[in-house]
């Protein structure tokens, strides 16, 4: 057996699970965008482990001149103000650029199953919806709210100024 | 409107917004490797014959019959044989599926996004141009498109879109998860936020709208390296004498409030205290609002229109365009930092959706599996940029990227405008 027909066994696997076609099609896409985004987040929480001291660095110091761009608007002292935004906005572009690894590592297994969607149901129409739905349209809507329902499992939000 | 009912639905409303828009785009599936798809069959065994018809028992409307699509029709118009710029159908299938056409090494295309990722985590945005060297140089996608421009254009330019939407996708991540975590923490200014996103959508699509399918692949090459360019010049210039005292002056200024503030003894954090937000005034041309007790006051046309020409910029280079539009905030609108970061994470955001579907609605294929590949590239990447930067100096990275981006930048604006290339792009 070749890597590509485990990985191929593996996520069919869901798919044979419901003895209904329909229903086992659609629970196999819905098991698939759970693991997909719980994999995905468990990558973005190694990205964001690794990227800790960086961010703790850039967003630390982009809150404190931020804070500090709050004190000039306070004292009426727009210059201070404007040259303390400059330098926050220099970190925030910092912080801005790591945040890209931690969503490539939240999305990549949900882009992986998507291609492996493609292939395997394509020309397939899918079961109850219009003509032109394909796989994409089908496991969207599931691997969405599977990220969405997860971002509210997490009690403290990845707040980027947090120390 | 409370917070969580604003953040549920600009959830709900961005999710609706992609999964109608991909459902619209989704015209047919873009894969049209007949071959592929029979080898895959061989390869899947009975588990996928017997998912298949499943499936396909449960859609009986589809009939069976392949859907064509606007990738088949330009494959079908494309002379046959083995020169350069012909389909070669002896040669198995490749980028998109297309018989010849170059295919990509996965574990080139991880590398090459391990290298993009750690770029990102150390040096920063530069790694979205190297994403888009990726796609044209490396790849070999470039090369192949430009080989078309004569035979077949109209496959050419379906593959360059594909390439500025591929890019997309891998500068929009971070969009995509700030402006979740903005949208969560309120720091929106919501008059601000409609009328950029607004912008933002408009000038994504229009731009999609406009090119999508017309633009040649030496074209984009050109502007794509004027932009390279005109980044490298930045960069350069950054390091100029005169450059470099301002920011000196500017940061001296900035240390000497920082001197008073401490004096005062009113440093207290951000927490403490109410940050005071409150809009006082809204109409077409002028927008009122309270922050930390001082009046600001911005025309609410200049962020609309600010947001129509920077998304239509980004959407035809296929880059973010992130770093112009937090400058282009504090600088025009004089927002506080703390505010433009979440709304234009936010109108970036808008803006790639936007695009990404307007070039699938216009039969763009993505390839998925490439995709996947380089998120995962660089998820790996972003995790070893850390560990690996404490041994490099920021000033010489900076060099090495300044030095990048003119050869890159002069390489692409040759190749695309003059159709003379120099070695390695």
Known sequence: MTPFQVFDAILIAPFRLLPGPEAGFYFGVCVLALGSALLGWASKSLVAFAHRVRRKSEDGEARRRSELSFKALQMNDKDAYLAQNNLAQEHYGNSLALSAGRGAALLWPGMIVLAWLSWRFEGVGMPYLWDSAGPVSVFLPPYIAALLGLSRLNPRPADPYAP | ?425
């Not at chain 2, 604003?6 to 999964?19: D, E, F, G, N």
Request: aromatic share 10%.
């Open chain 2, 1 to 425: 409107m409370n917070r969580r009912s604003l953040i549920a639905c600009t959830a709900a409303a961005l999710s609706l917004c992609l999964w109608l828009g991909v459902a619209a785009a989704q015209q047919a599936p873009a894969t049209p490797a007949a071959d592929a798809v029979k080898a895959a069959s061989a390869v899947a065994g009975d588990a996928a014959k017997a998912v298949d018809a499943t499936a396909a028992d449960a859609a009986k409307a589809m009939e069976g019959a392949p859907k064509a699509s606007k990738l088949a029709d330009a494959i079908a118009k494309a002379p046959r044989g083995t020169e350069k710029g012909m389909i070669d159908e002896s040669k198995p299938a490749g980028f998109l599926g297309i018989p010849g056409a170059p295919s990509v090494n996965p574990i080139l295309a991880f590398a090459w996004a391990v290298w993009v990722g750690w770029i990102f985590s150390t040096v920063g945005a530069f790694g979205g141009v190297m994403a888009g060297v990726g796609h044209m140089s490396v790849f070999g996608f470039g090369s192949y498109a430009g080989g078309l421009k004569k035979t077949a254009p109209d496959l050419g330019k379906i593959i360059t879109d594909s390439i500025k939407a591929s890019n997309q996708f891998l500068v929009g991540t971070s969009a995509a998860i700030s402006s979740f975590n903005y949208l969560k923490m309120g720091r929106l200014v919501l008059p601000l936020a409609i009328s950029l996103g607004l912008g933002s959508l408009i000038g994504a699509w229009g731009a999609q709208e406009l090119s999508a399918g017309k633009l040649d692949f030496k074209s984009y090459q050109g502007y794509f390296g004027l932009f390279v360019l005109v980044l490298g010049c930045y960069l350069l210039y950054e390091t100029t004498p005169g450059a470099q005292s301002k920011k000196k002056t500017a940061k001296e200024a900035a240390r000497a409030f920082e001197e008073i503030v401490r004096k005062q003894k009113c440093g207290e954090s951000l927490e403490g205290c109410h940050i005071g937000l409150s809009i006082q005034k809204f109409t077409f041309s002028t927008c009122e609002f309270n922050f930390y007790g001082v009046p600001f006051k911005f025309n609410p046309l200049l962020p609309f229109l600010g947001g129509i020409v920077i998304s239509a910029a980004a959407a035809f280079l296929g880059v973010g365009g992130g770093f112009l539009l937090v400058p282009f905030l504090t600088s025009v609108t004089q927002l506080p930092m703390y505010l433009a970061a979440g709304t234009s994470a936010l109108a970036v955001l808008v803006g790639m959706v936007t695009s990404i579907i307007t070039l699938m609605s216009k039969g763009t294929p993505i390839e998925w599996t490439l995709i996947g590949t380089e998120l995962a590239g660089i998820t790996l990447g972003s995790v070893v940029g850390p560990m690996t930067s404490k041994y490099l100096s920021d000033k010489l990275m900076k060099r090495i990227f300044i030095v990048l981006s003119f050869y890159i930048g002069v390489g692409y604006l040759l190749a695309g405008f003059v159709g003379v290339k120099i070695p390695g792009v």
